[in-house]
Structure formats: structure tokens, C-alpha cells
């Protein structure tokens, strides 16, 4: 069965504390690896769509990068408004999408 | 462009009523996809509907279900609802053949 796993569950980093999140998968065939952010009551916001092993994307403090079996969310410098859960989703070839648990991103100034 | 909508945003009903829950994808859209979230199981799929048609459908009892308009426009309804329905219901549009999902503000729905 598909699978996806996230961790920490929860981080706390000082401003400008550089730090990684984890997503761990397993899939029958990988569609795309999917980055989103959600603040309290709204919806996910998109960040990233990644393909194939080895493939990096950058937005701002951001980073995501993809190997076979994880995604990585890289967060530079990062500032208290990038305190959000972040969530992970990947889509299997029959386009079945599985969210992870997220991870909740605390940033303190 | 303007975003995904989803109406209403918040919702109080009782045990055994029913409930229809609707959403305006981004215009262009045609790819629209129902997700429940809780605190305990997170994001979890409901439904996608592709040109009217159900295109792949989550691990939920019938009383959950949808259907998709012509102008992409999609509702779903929940009958007999139960306490454990009580959750933020998102819905998400995608304009294949890109896959990346853009998400409407929710409903909340409290099943008392």
C-alpha cells in the first residue's frame, strides 16, 4: 500500500536557524511528489512539484529536493512567517493521491 | 485569476441530517478532488471528478458522494451524517495534464 511519511512532527527553530523536513514514501510508481504549505483554517497552498530522483526546486528560503525514496524540504534563514504546517503528497501512476501528516514549522523571532 | 471557492464556509447540522457542500474550481480547471481533514487522520482523499465523470474514489462509505457539473463547478453530499463527519472538507482543482492541486479555504463542518 502507498505510504507516506513525514517528520518531525513538530519543529521549533529560532529565526535563521536553517533546518530539513522529511518525507518518506513508498508508491507503485511515482506520478509526482508534491510540496504544500497550510496556515491555521485555510487551505493548502501549492510550493512544489517534483518528478524524478534528483530533482531540486527553489523558491525563496525554500528548497525541495527528491531521491527514490524521500523528499527533503530545506529551509534557509528562515523567518517567524514561514511558521506553517508543511505537508508532503505524492500521486502513484493511477493517480491516487496520499497526503502525509504534515509537519508543524514554529519559527520564534 | 481568481481562486478556488467553496461555499458555505462553515456549517453546524445534527446527527442524520444530510448535507451538500459546494465548489468553483479555478477557472479552466477541469480536474476537481473532495479531501476530508481531522486532527487525528489528516488529509484524506474523498473523490476526484474529471469532465463530470468520477475519475478515483477514497476509502469512504457511500454516504459520501459527488458529482461535477459542465462548467467544472462540483458538489458532494454527505446523508445521514455522524458525529465523525465533523471535519474541514477541501476541495482542490487541477488543470491536467499538470498535477499540481490548488486548494479552495474549506468547509467546516460540526456535526452536533
Known amino acids: 500500500e502507498d505510504q507516506v511519511t513525514q517528520s518531525p512532527e513538530a519543529l521549533r527553530l529560532q529565526e535563521g536557524e536553517s533546518s530539513s523536513l522529511n518525507c518518506s514514501y513508498t508508491?507503485?510508481?511515482?506520478?509526482?511528489l508534491f510540496w504544500y504549505r497550510q496556515d491555521p483554517g485555510k487551505g493548502p497552498e501549492f510550493l512544489f512539484t517534483?518528478?524524478?530522483a534528483g530533482e531540486e526546486k527553489e523558491k525563496e528560503r525554500l528548497k525541495a529536493t527528491l531521491t527514490k525514496k524521500e523528499s527533503f524540504l530545506h529551509i534557509t534563514a528562515p523567518k517567524p512567517e514561514d511558521s506553517a504546517t508543511y505537508l508532503c503528497?505524492?500521486?502513484?501512476?493511477?493517480?491516487?493521491?496520499?497526503f502525509g501528516a504534515g509537519t508543524r514549522l514554529t519559527v520564534k523571532p | 485569476k481568481a481562486g478556488v471557492t467553496q461555499t458555505p464556509r462553515y456549517l453546524i447540522k445534527t446527527r442524520g441530517q444530510q448535507v451538500t457542500l459546494s465548489c468553483s474550481p479555478i477557472?479552466?480547471?477541469?480536474?476537481v478532488s473532495w479531501y476530508q481533514q481531522t486532527p487525528g487522520q489528516g488529509l484524506q482523499f474523498l473523490f476526484e471528478?474529471?469532465?463530470?465523470?468520477?475519475?478515483n474514489k477514497g476509502n469512504f462509505p457511500g454516504r459520501f458522494s459527488g458529482r461535477q457539473f459542465s462548467n467544472s463547478r462540483s458538489e458532494m453530499n454527505v446523508s445521514t451524517l455522524e458525529l465523525g463527519d465533523s471535519a474541514l472538507y477541501l476541495c482542490?482543482?487541477?488543470?491536467?495534464?499538470?498535477?499540481?492541486?490548488?486548494f479552495g479555504p474549506g468547509t467546516r463542518l460540526t456535526v452536533l
Open positions: 477557472s479552466g480547471h477541469r480536474s
Open positions: 508508491v507503485s510508481g511515482l506520478r509526482g
Open positions: 471528478y474529471f469532465s463530470e465523470t468520477q475519475r
Open positions: 503528497a505524492v500521486q502513484a501512476n493511477n493517480n491516487d493521491m496520499r
Open positions: 482542490a482543482s487541477s488543470d491536467p495534464p499538470h498535477n499540481e492541486q490548488f
Open positions: 517534483l518528478y524524478s
